[in-house]
């Protein structure tokens, strides 16, 4: 991905102040790893940098280097400038951050705008990717086997593994650049796919129990309940890729995932399409984001009932504002 110039860079370059590096509650790969790229490499640059995060690092991202360094948020400190990365605005935090400066590095379509000095490209395919150009731009120098190792993580997951559209000649490009400066592949994927606990097999055998079709098989749902990870001892975070599942069914365009969170009194929703259904579009109008094929919001409902309704009569919406029905 050519570009012609990158104004961060310069702003960074300049700037003295304490710098919080932040993410999207529940992190990702691509989130964390991306937090995790920039902040090592602005670490090399003598920046008074800092990572931070609402939630702790989940097991199946432990092994990104130095994700022990991660501060949870909040912790009451003022910081010059936050970059939050890999989220459609502050807001998605989750939680309180005072900074002076709002700065955004993201690929989600859309979203909040805070400054010239923002770094948004949808077209890129993990927000990983852009702290590589960013890094490539001011210092390649720099660049390390746990610094690849932290953005290849992200591109690796965001592109499920080089299998999702975003997967194209870039895609391999940037991969085979982060080989040469260390990451291992099969490591990586190892890590992510190879270290799943019992419990986590328990409540996929629960949720799949769950799987329902709607729409002639064009939609199908998976619903997580509460009492799913009380009754397996699995973390909320195990729930993550588990939409997926109804994904992979025959025939199904649009696939989501209701999961039940008492603690916030919503429901966080998960939407997966595979080839034409903009997911994104549903997601927004419940008041969430997200990508083409990959989006999420939160709902308020008094059920299960109306959590259900709400999220079905937006898919409706959006099969029949793009004229999809079953071949
Ligand atoms: P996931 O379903 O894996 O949580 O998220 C899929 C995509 O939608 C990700 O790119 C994520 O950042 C975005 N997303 C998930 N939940 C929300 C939300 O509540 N608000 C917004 N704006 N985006 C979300
Ligand atoms: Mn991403």
Known sequence: M???????IDFLKEFKGSLLILTHENPDGDALG??????????KKGKDVYVGCKDEVPHFLDFIPHSDEVIKLPDGRFYDAGIIVDASGFYRAGTEVKVAK??????????DFYSRHDYIDPKAPATASLIYELIKAWDISAMDKEIATCIYAGLATDTGFFKYSNTNEYTFELARELVRYGADPNYVYRMFSERESL????????????????????VAGITIFDRFFKETGAKYSDSEGLVNYPRSLEGVEVAFALIEKPDEGVWKVSFR????????KIA???????????????????????????????IRKQLQLQKIAHR
Do not use: N, Q, W
């Open 2 to 8: 050519k570009r012609e110039s990158i104004p961060l």
């Open 34 to 43: 991306s937090a995790m790229a920039l902040y090592l490499f602005l670490k």
């Open 102 to 111: 709002r700065i955004r590095i993201d690929h989600h379509v859309g979203g």
């Open 199 to 218: 419990s986590k097999m328990k409540l996929i055998s629960k949720v799949l129990d769950t799987l329902t079709l709607y729409e002639d098989g064009l």
């Open 273 to 280: 399409s595979k080839v034409e259904v903009d997911v994104s």
């Open 284 to 314: 927004e109008r419940l008041g969430g984001g997200g990508h083409k094929y990959a989006s999420g919001c939160k709902i308020k409902a008094s059920s299960y009932e109306e959590a259900l309704d709400k999220v079905l009569t937006e």
